[in-house]
């Protein structure tokens, strides 16, 4: 079976443009997660980590592009430009592509937008990278809800590994829309503070936007400082409920031991987790449960979502790529917003940033339907 590595990446979010800024950000304790006051995109104010449009649209210009490109569209293509170009991978049928989102252009359904509704199909934002990088495969779109970012990882890794592939690109993106927010709104999930994953006294999530794009490599030459090798990854639906996590964390658990047999590892190696943590109570607890049923109660554990907010289809692939950096610096990045437990099992949550020698991390996402996903990764240099 081949191995694959996870190499070059960037992150464009509010917390920065590239990977490197945003993971220093996040070492100074810096959040994204500010007071937005648009009634375009919800009646009252809202916490959410949000893009400056202005700083979105001048980087998005110095690429000279041809045509109008929407918000997520701009998002993704500079995400993604940085990694192809900083690869060198000349974009041959070898050489995939995976978009993960969960609403894609969801906010041109509006009808103050501009943008055509056609734009809204998630094949069509497909064809709109592909056609502007100039891709010659099909690009494929995944959108399972909250574990389209990490799944999208696995994905890529099973491409290569029957050699369908040499190569693949992922970016990931959602954006900040009014669907979006009514939508979780309704649920009566969203935070009125900025979100606290873990803690007793979080309120619930807070909606972010951000485009992440990673490059999946089958060879160990021409990688990134920071590269990761995928050691394995398991996805389990526990098809609990549409909407809620189940009560015992079944779906999760069992994604988590079929990614630990793969990676023929244990609990006992790995070295961190970047979980999910969405900051409501019944994910969270979902999540302790589920950890503690696999004896990973004592392995330091953040969640991302206090510096960008729940990044959707985004999630699982920008926080695993804050992973890789993390085990790059040897350093553990702390769980922002977190001051007491608030689950009823234990947990060991990072508080402040702590530098360890760093191997192994595993991460996680859950997500609506019953979707739970986990993958192992192994840093490359050491």
């Known amino acids: 079976m081949n191995k694959t590595y996870l190499s070059y990446n960037n992150i464009v979010s509010s917390l920065g443009f590239d990977s490197p800024t945003v993971v220093q950000n996040i070492h100074e304790g810096l959040s994204g997660i500010t007071l937005i006051e648009d009634e375009n995109l919800f009646p009252?104010?809202?916490?959410?980590?949000?893009?400056?449009?202005?700083?979105?649209?001048?980087?998005f210009e110095e690429l000279r592009p041809n045509g109008d490109y929407t918000r997520l569209e701009q998002m993704m293509i500079l995400s993604l430009d940085k990694i192809i170009k900083a690869s060198g991978v000349e974009l041959t049928d070898r050489v995939g592509l995976i978009l993960s989102t969960t609403k894609g252009n969801v906010d041109t359904l509006d009808p103050k937008n501009p943008m055509p509704t056609?734009?809204?199909?998630?094949?069509?934002?497909?064809h709109i990278i592909?056609?502007?990088?100039?891709?010659?495969?099909?690009?494929?779109?995944?959108?399972?809800?909250?574990?389209?970012?990490?799944?999208?990882?696995?994905?890529?890794?099973?491409?290569i590994s029957q050699g369908t592939f040499d190569q693949v690109?992922?970016?990931?993106?959602?954006?900040?829309?009014?669907?979006?927010?009514?939508?979780?709104?309704?649920?009566?999930?969203?935070?009125?503070?900025?979100?606290?994953?873990?803690?007793?006294?979080?309120?619930?999530?807070?909606?972010?936007e951000v485009a992440a794009s990673v490059l999946v490599n089958k060879d160990d030459n021409n990688l990134a400082p920071e590269a990761v090798e995928v050691l394995g990854e398991a996805s389990c639906n526990d098809a609990n409920h549409i909407s809620g996590p189940s009560r015992?964390?079944?779906?999760?658990?069992?994604?988590?031991?079929?990614?630990?047999?793969?990676?023929n590892v244990g609990p006992q190696d790995?070295?961190?987790?970047?979980?999910h943590g969405t900051a409501t109570i019944f994910n969270d607890e979902m999540e302790a449960i589920a950890l503690n049923r696999l004896g990973l109660d004592a392995v330091p554990l953040n969640s991302l979502k206090g510096y960008f907010g729940h990044t959707l289809g985004a999630s699982?692939?920008?926080?695993?790529?804050?992973?890789?950096?993390?085990?790059?610096?040897?350093?553990l990045y702390s769980s922002k917003g977190f001051t007491e437990l608030g689950v009823s099992q234990p947990l060991n949550i990072i508080t402040a940033p702590t530098v360890k020698n760093l191997n192994y991390f595993l991460k996680t996402a859950s997500g609506f339907g019953g979707c739970n996903t986990a993958a192992v990764f192994k840093k490359v240099q050491s």
Do not use: W
């Open 169 to 208: 690109f992922i970016v990931g993106g959602d954006i900040v829309s009014n669907f979006i927010l009514s939508g979780f709104n309704s649920f009566q999930a969203m935070s009125p503070l900025p979100c606290k994953p873990y803690c007793k006294q979080r309120a619930g999530i807070n909606i972010g």
């Open 130 to 159: 592909k056609n502007y990088f100039g891709f010659t495969t099909e690009p494929i779109v995944l959108s399972n809800a909250c574990v389209s970012g990490i799944l999208a990882i696995s994905i890529a890794k099973r491409f």
């Open 270 to 275: 790995i070295d961190y987790i970047s979980a």
């Open 44 to 59: 009252n104010p809202f916490y959410a980590s949000v893009i400056d449009s202005d700083d979105l649209g001048k980087a």
């Open 248 to 263: 015992t964390g079944e779906g999760l658990y069992r994604s988590i031991l079929s990614a630990f047999k793969e990676a």
């Open 316 to 331: 699982g692939l920008l926080e695993t790529i804050v992973g890789m950096h993390s085990l790059y610096h040897n350093t």
């Open 118 to 126: 056609e734009r809204s199909y998630l094949g069509t934002l497909g």
